[in-house]
């Protein structure tokens, strides 16, 4: 998954992202979402969730048809 692959699944399914940033070993971006969760999405296509309700967002973009490596 492409960051913005993960930025137009989060955003239909209504999320906001409210904070976004490169992880601090440069190997992806995080978004910090509004409703507590967090969303790693790495330049190799992987990605994971963490936080409040990370699960949920997990699942989400599981089912977007986005594939997880």
Known sequence: ?????ARQCL???GYRIRKEERLG???G???RLNGGAIVN???NGNYFCVG???EVV???L????????
């Not at 998954?1 to 692959?5: A, F, I, N, V, W």
């Not at 599981?62 to 490596?69: A, E, N, P, T, V």
């Open 1 to 5: 998954m492409t960051l913005d692959d």
């Open 11 to 13: 955003g239909e399914a």
């Open 25 to 27: 070993n440069n190997t």
């Open 29 to 31: 971006t995080k978004l």
């Open 41 to 43: 999405v790495f330049d």
């Open 52 to 54: 409040k309700n990370g």
């Open 58 to 60: 997990e699942a989400l």
């Open 62 to 69: 599981d089912r977007g048809g986005l594939d997880k490596s």
